[in-house]
């Protein structure tokens, strides 16, 4: 009986440290989060169906003077290489030295990622994950897309890595913006502005879709096709969108393709009006009164498609 109690209270014993060991070794391995001096933001904006998004760290003015060109110190750096380093960077150098490139921020190198192809200030940028960096002068900004997006600043940057550069003005304003900030502004359909702004310097650069409609529609085949045999809704959804932008031919295929996966009065209306407005009157009336006990039975409000379905009839449309 001894001997089996001191079994038991072994092999409890046991247990312990190995959960105790466990809880300490993740405890060691998890990530030491602390304050920055220069905090992460992001900000993100849809055009279209077309996600951008910047990720990045605000430096602060902090009362020292960010523009300017290098000292004569700095000199032995040559061409477009970073000056963008705090460790060694003499007492009364500017923070962002003209001519030289810049991580477009603090720490980490600055990320945007769009989620589709896209024109910047109307060249071609691939759907994808860049890190930006920038190379300011008085005059002229040149905005870079580079593809190596993981990189710490700007430290590693190799120009044979560029996906993408252009040029824009910068531009002064009266006010002083403390922290650095960027943001997504007089956005469009189709468009939005990126604004860079950081002490009295605005920075800006435009992201463009082609063909906003074109892209929806390519998304909507693939989601079309992707759809299991009885969802009536993404189809629904593509057809509505196809219609509305004058597709008539993928907008009556995918009715009838939500309607196969099981006849709703949404899919039977939509494809009543669909008809109506293709010239094919009879089918769409007769289509019409289907959608209308279809909703009655699956206990839909259908007084307001019922009037429409009237005035359809009266010549009111």
């Not at 809880?23 to 951008?52: N, W």
């Not at 190198?109 to 769009?114: C, D, E, H, S």
């Not at 409000?301 to 009111?316: I, L, P, Q, S």
């Amino acid at each position: 009986m001894n001997s089996l109690k001191h079994l038991y209270t072994c092999c409890f014993a046991l247990l312990l440290f190995v959960l105790g060991t466990a809880e300490y070794g993740s405890a060691q391995t998890a990530p030491l989060r602390l304050p920055r001096p220069s905090q992460k933001a992001s900000v993100m904006q849809t055009v279209g169906v077309t996600d951008i998004t910047i990720i990045y760290s605000r430096p602060g003015v902090r009362g020292r003077k960010i523009w300017g060109d290098p000292l004569p110190e700095q000199s032995s750096v040559k061409g477009e290489a970073t000056l963008d380093n705090q460790n060694v960077r003499p007492k009364d150098a500017v923070i962002v030295p003209w001519g030289h490139v810049w991580r477009a921020g603090a720490n980490e190198a600055t990320q945007f990622i769009v989620t589709d192809d896209v024109l910047i200030n109307g060249q071609p940028l691939k759907a994808g994950t860049y890190s930006l960096h920038m190379i300011p002068t008085p005059e002229e900004w040149t905005i870079i897309f580079n593809n190596d997006a993981g990189q710490w600043g700007s430290f590693t940057y190799d120009a044979k890595k560029d996906a993408l550069r252009v040029k824009t003005k910068p531009q002064m304003t009266a006010d002083n913006q403390e922290l650095l900030t960027y943001s997504l502004d007089s956005v469009t359909d189709n468009s939005a502005q990126v604004n860079i702004r950081w002490e009295k310097v605005r920075v800006p650069f435009t992201v463009e879709v082609k063909d906003v409609t074109a892209l929806a529609l390519e998304k909507a085949r693939a989601a079309v096709a992707a759809a299991k045999p009885d969802d009536p809704t993404t189809p629904l959804q593509a057809a509505n969108f196809a219609l509305r932008n004058k597709d008539e031919e993928e907008g009556m295929r995918w009715l009838d393709q939500s309607i196969k996966a099981k006849p709703t009065f949404q899919n039977l209306s939509a494809k009543a009006v669909a008809l109506f407005n293709a010239g094919h009157k009879d089918e769409a009336f007769a289509l019409a009164e289907q959608a209308i006990q279809r909703g009655k039975a699956d206990k839909v409000d259908t007084a307001a498609f019922e009037k429409r379905v009237a005035n359809m009839k009266a010549g009111k449309m």
